[in-house]
T-cell receptor, first 112, second 117 residues
Framework: AQSVTQLDSQVPVFEEAPVELRCNYSSSVSVYLFWYVQYPNQGLQLLLKYLSGSTLVKGINGFEAEFNKSQTSFHLRKPSVHISDTAEYFCAVKEGGFKTIFGAGTRLFVKA | EAGVVQSPRYKIIEKKQPVAFWCNPISGHNTLYWYRQNLGQGPELLIRYENEEAVDDSQLPKDRFSAERLKGVDSTLKIQPAELGDSAVYLC???????????????FGPGTRLTVL
């Protein structure tokens, strides 16, 4: 059965610093991978997704993620964060059928 | 383009009372999802509709939860009776499976925050 582990529940970082939010998944078959962002009192918004092809995926707001099949990871990165990036970030995986499994989330807190 | 609309945004009820949530998906989206998001956790699927048919309701607690999607557009999720453990955010999402079911992008509404006292 598939599962998603987000290794950090909270990540504090100073403005303009780089950040990496870690995500590992378990699956015995090919998967599709997603990162969503949730701002306070809002629904989830898709940041980026990996379906196939290049393992480096670029998304909105300057975020990118790299799919590593051997390490079953899909870490999210941004070279320079802004205060407005403060939000909850969810990694998700979909395999075979239509169900998407979400991780528990990582709260990114950008400090001035 | 209007996004996914949900109402109410907040609901406070006492245990054993009934409650209902409403969702209006993005126009033209044939797939609709209801998720429950507990505090500090990611969303968990409750039910998925393809048009008006519930194609995955394996995680819906059917003793107290029910859902319907009349005419394949709006949907209502009901809990009767509510329990303390039902306190959560209930999210609705919709998608249009234009490229196939595995590549559809889900668009989420703002959610309904339910508090059961």
């Amino acid at each position: 059965a598939q599962s998603v582990t987000q290794l950090d529940s909270q990540v504090p970082v100073f403005e303009e610093a780089p950040v990496e939010l870690r995500c590992n998944y378990s699956s015995s078959v090919s998967v599709y991978l997603f990162w969503y962002v949730q701002y306070p009192n809002q629904g989830l918004q898709l940041l980026l997704k990996y379906l196939s092809g290049s393992t480096l995926v670029k998304g909105i707001n300057g975020f990118e993620a790299e799919f590593n099949k051997s390490q079953t990871s899909f870490h999210l990165r941004k070279p320079s964060v802004h205060i407005s990036d403060t939000a909850e970030y969810f990694c998700a995986v979909k395999e075979g059928g239509f169900k998407t499994i979400f991780g528990a989330g990582t709260r990114l807190f950008v400090k001035a | 383009e209007a996004g996914v609309v949900q109402s109410p945004r907040y609901k406070i009820i006492e245990k054993k009372q009934p409650v209902a949530f409403w969702c209006n998906p993005i126009s033209g989206h044939n797939t609709l999802y209801w998720y429950r998001q507990n505090l500090g956790q990611g969303p968990e699927l409750l039910i998925r509709y393809e048009n008006e048919e519930a194609v995955d309701d394996s995680q819906l607690p059917k003793d107290r939860f029910s859902a319907e999607r009349l005419k394949g557009v709006d949907s209502t999720l009901k809990i009767q009776p509510a329990e303390l453990g039902d306190s959560a955010v209930y999210l609705c999402a919709s998608s249009q499976i234009a490229g196939g079911p595995l590549v559809d992008t889900q668009y989420f509404g703002p959610g309904t925050r339910l508090t059961v006292l």
